[in-house]
């Protein structure tokens, strides 16, 4: 399922009674997925929100297609892959970053601008490599990873 | 610990000279609470990544100036020492902007092994060296005011 580019098909609507804050709609239901996905959906609209030069250096909110891939790479996460939400921050120059910890493990994710995904695995303080771009494939294998799997 | 020190060094600022880095206050951008608090790094990330780190010297200004010199915001103001980011291989160098709009004698640059496609080095800090600068670094002054909200 693609994300609908043409329209902002990520809606907020606060007297939704299936998922509270949203709108359940046929682009990116929201109903019955993991709770801390629908948080992480509600962090990625806020930022996507931000005015321009929030960051000082002249950025834009993230723009509509980066935001619709971000929320693509949280949808498409495997359910129960990861229990907990990530921290979530825009990044400078209109990307997403994002960081999950589960122990001594954290697995940062981030967003490009161009949309392409990049990540870095850090186990007790110390990266274990340096950010590369990854396929989802390859992102999933690092949830396993996270997760002691 | 770095052997040799980064190319881009300047050794007129000292090691024990504090640096402050001016971040974006979102509500994930801190990790850990009270004094313990430490930046993530993507909160740290420049919008051109190929850019050496922008820092203010604390010798020669407050972190409320520093928090407060650009539109924007909120922002916090992290810090940690000139000798704590060359301990992981980086260079603290002066770079006063003397004249303009953004005019600031307290600028400085942290500078990094990140090589262009050419494996040149652009001064910019690899997503390596920014993780551990992030971990080395804690909360120096916080926004004044909470997070944005949704508009």
């Given amino acids: 399922m693609k994300p609908n ?9 606060p007297r939704s009674s299936v998922a509270p804050g949203y709108s359940v709609n046929d682009d990116i239901p929201v109903a019955g997925v993991d709770p801390w996905k629908r ?3 509600h962090q990625i609209a806020e930022m996507a929100q931000l005015p321009q030069n929030w960051d000082g250096q002249g950025s834009y909110a993230p723009r509509m297609d980066v935001k619709h891939a971000a929320i693509d790479l949280i949808r498409t996460i495997p359910s129960g892959a990861v229990q907990v939400a990530p921290r979530v921050v825009p990044v400078s120059g209109g990307g997403f970053h994002f960081e999950w910890t589960v122990g001594n493990r954290d697995l940062e994710v981030s967003v490009e601008r161009d949309g392409k995904i990049e990540t870095l695995r850090v186990e007790d303080g110390m990266p274990l ?21 | 610990m770095a052997d040799a020190p980064h190319p881009l060094n300047d050794a007129t600022v ?30 740290m990330r420049q919008a051109d990544r190929d850019e050496p780190l922008s820092v203010d010297l604390s010798s020669l200004c407050t972190s409320q100036q520093t928090r407060d010199r650009v539109q924007g915001g909120p922002f916090h103001v992290v810090t940690c020492t000139a000798g704590q980011a ?25 500078c990094g092994a990140r090589e262009d496609a050419a494996k040149k080095r652009t ?4 997503g390596k060296e920014l993780e551990k600068l992030a971990r080395v670094c804690r909360i120096a002054l916080r926004a004044p005011e909470n997070p944005p909200q949704p508009q």
Avoid: Q
């Avoid at chain 1, 580019?5 to 609507?13: E, G, K, Q, Y």
């Fill in chain 1, 129 to 149: 490599d340096d950010e590369r771009p990854m396929d989802l494939r390859e992102l999933f294998a690092c949830f396993a990873w996270l997760t002691g799997g």
């Fill in chain 2, 86 to 110: 060359r301990a992981l291989g980086l260079g603290v160098k002066r770079d006063p902007i003397a004249e303009g709009p953004d005019l600031n004698p307290a600028h400085a640059v942290i």
């Fill in chain 2, 123 to 126: 001064g910019g800090l690899t």
């Fill in chain 1, 39 to 41: 948080t992480t959906f």
């Fill in chain 1, 5 to 13: 580019l043409a329209t902002n098909s990520f809606v907020m609507d």
């Fill in chain 2, 14 to 43: 000292p090691d024990n000279e504090p640096l402050y880095i001016r971040i974006f206050a979102s509500a994930g951008a801190l990790v850990g609470d009270g004094a313990d608090a430490r930046p993530m790094s993507g909160a």
